[in-house]
């Protein structure tokens, strides 16, 4: 099956916000979602572009268009249904909805994009609700500004909250993109 690119409907977009609010557990997600302009790439799976400048529409471009000259890579619905999402996604609700962040040390950071776990020692501060399995975006902070490095899942240890790594800056690397 040759990918379509498409424009999202209201009612799909509707249900992407609402997952991710849900997994982040954090209301102001679904606001931000909802707030976006989207395109997505049909085929085997599903990618969901934020197209939110410019503003293109399917129809006004070549067959051959690549679907990152009409926006940034927002999140994948993967073929059993499961969600995920990209870096730039975390990079945007990071940005627009800030209780979503955890904040971590440079090496964590560093070994996060290596697809390794955030360890209770390296966590510095936790912005939302600290509620054992929800997403959280990994965010260093250094004298530059904020650099969100990722997705994981928060959970609460004995020794301190740690996040799992779900899906970072590295992993197109790493699966050979």
Known sequence: MRPRLERVSRREKERLARELAEAFRVPEVE???SGRRFLKLT???????????????PGDLPDTAHPFSVGLPFAERMARGDLRLHPEGARV??????RVNVKVT??????FTYGRDVLPGSVLDVEGPEVDG?????????WL??????????RLTDEGPMVENLM????YLRRGG
């Open 168 to 171: 970072d800056r590295g992993w």
């Open 134 to 142: 929800r997403w959280v975006v990994v965010v260093l902070e250094d």
């Open 93 to 98: 609700l990071s940005e627009e909805a800030p």
């Open 106 to 111: 440079e090496k964590a950071a560093i070994l």
């Open 145 to 154: 500004g904020s650099h969100p490095v990722g997705v994981g899942v928060l």
């Open 43 to 57: 085929g085997r799976w599903t990618e969901y572009f934020d197209a939110s400048e410019p503003r293109f529409e």
């Open 31 to 33: 606001d931000v979602v």
